[in-house]
C-alpha cells in the first residue's frame, strides 16, 4: 500500500469509492440523494484542502481530506486546529490499516504545520470510524446539530 497525495487523474476513482463506502448508510439519511451528491463529488475537497490517497496495484483504495488550520469552512473547530474530512476506505479492503494510516498521514501533516490539535467529526452508526478515532486518542468535544437525520459529534486530539 502506498499513501500519497491526490492527484487529478484520481478524481473518478475517488468520487466513486467514496460513495461506495458510504453507501451502506444510505437508508441511515433522511435525504440519501444530497448526502450522495456531496460524497461522490469527494476530489472537490482539493480546493480547499490536502487529499491523502492510499493506493493497492494502482487502485485508490482509500482516501482523506487534511483540512489546514484556518479551512474548516462549517466553524465546528477552532481557526487554529487543522481537522479531518471524509475519510473513507473501499468496503473490500476495511480491516487492513488503511484507515489508520491516512489518519496518521494527516497527524504527520499537523504537526509539520506546528498545529496543536486535530479535529473531525463522526457519528455513532460509523462505529469502525469512532472506535479507531477513539482508540488513537480523540475525545469527543460536543454534539452537532443532526445532518440529514442523523447524529454527529466533533471530536480532537492534541498531536
Request: proline share 4%; with cysteine; glycine share 8%.
Amino acid at each position: 500500500m502506498i499513501i500519497r497525495p491526490y492527484k487529478n487523474t484520481d478524481k473518478s476513482q475517488l468520487n466513486a469509492l467514496a460513495l461506495e463506502a458510504f453507501s451502506q448508510y444510505r437508508n441511515r439519511y433522511n435525504d440519501w440523494g444530497s448526502i450522495q451528491a456531496v460524497v461522490g463529488n469527494m476530489s472537490s475537497l482539493a480546493n480547499s484542502s490536502e487529499i491523502i490517497v492510499a493506493e493497492v496495484s494502482g487502485i485508490v483504495v482509500g482516501g482523506v481530506a487534511f483540512v489546514p488550520p484556518g479551512g474548516d469552512a462549517k466553524g465546528h473547530f477552532d481557526i487554529s486546529w487543522a481537522s479531518i474530512r471524509m475519510l473513507v476506505v473501499s468496503p473490500n479492503q476495511r480491516g487492513k490499516g488503511i484507515g489508520k494510516q491516512l489518519t496518521l498521514e494527516c497527524i504527520k501533516r499537523a504537526r509539520d504545520k506546528n498545529v496543536k490539535f486535530i479535529g473531525l467529526h463522526t457519528s455513532p452508526m460509523m462505529e469502525v470510524a469512532l472506535s479507531m478515532y477513539s482508540r488513537m486518542g480523540f475525545t469527543k468535544i460536543k454534539d452537532l446539530e443532526p445532518i440529514f437525520g442523523v447524529e454527529y459529534s466533533t471530536y480532537k486530539l492534541q498531536v
